[in-house]
């Protein structure tokens, strides 16, 4: 088994998932006003709400299970597994325009927590991951012009994407037993692994955002 120390939480399991539903369920809120914010189309809608406020409720449950099973479950294969859930059920914050930021969460996430790889490795990744921020915060200039506004939408979804990036962990973190300290990939597995994040992330990208028209 592992041991993954969380303050607090650590001796209270039980309660991190509930915390994860509302933290999730807030930073969704915030995320809602943000993407109000952003809209050049004000046009409300309570299920768009809904939906925006349970997805990041998902998201984040979602990581406080993943963090409670990897404390609980035996082997690499069975962590895998569990980690691969948390992937699955972290796609739909990325639904619509927000596309863009699924490289910049999961490249990001793993160039903060996959401290195995190598400091160039890691460096490599977090610059792979600011493309789709940059994206995201340039189509937000381009509707509302580079003003004081404008800087507070750009702010605001670094901090909601941010949390999220941080939040990942549990699904990001490689597998090491309570004995051990996780083992380099080795150089191979190193550039397999930044490749298929690479993949995964542009899959998604083309997914929810569509191809580009000339």
Known sequence: ?????????????????????????FLGGLARV???WISTDLEFSWSGTLFIIGAFAIFVTAQSIVLVLRERIHGEKATTIVRCLGALFSLQIFFGGAGALAPTVFLGSAAIYR????RNTRLILLFLSLPGFASVAAEIASNFGWTFATFGRVLLLVVIYGLAMLATFPTVLAYADSNSEPKDMGRSRRIIF???LILISL??????RGLPRN
């Open 1 to 25: 088994m592992e041991t993954i120390a969380v303050p607090y939480f650590h001796k209270h399991p039980l309660l991190l998932v509930p915390a994860g539903l509302v933290a999730g369920a």
């Open 34 to 36: 943000w993407m109000r």
């Open 115 to 118: 401290k195995e790889l190598s």
């Open 194 to 196: 930044i490749v298929g």
């Open 203 to 208: 899959l998604f990208l083309l997914m929810t």
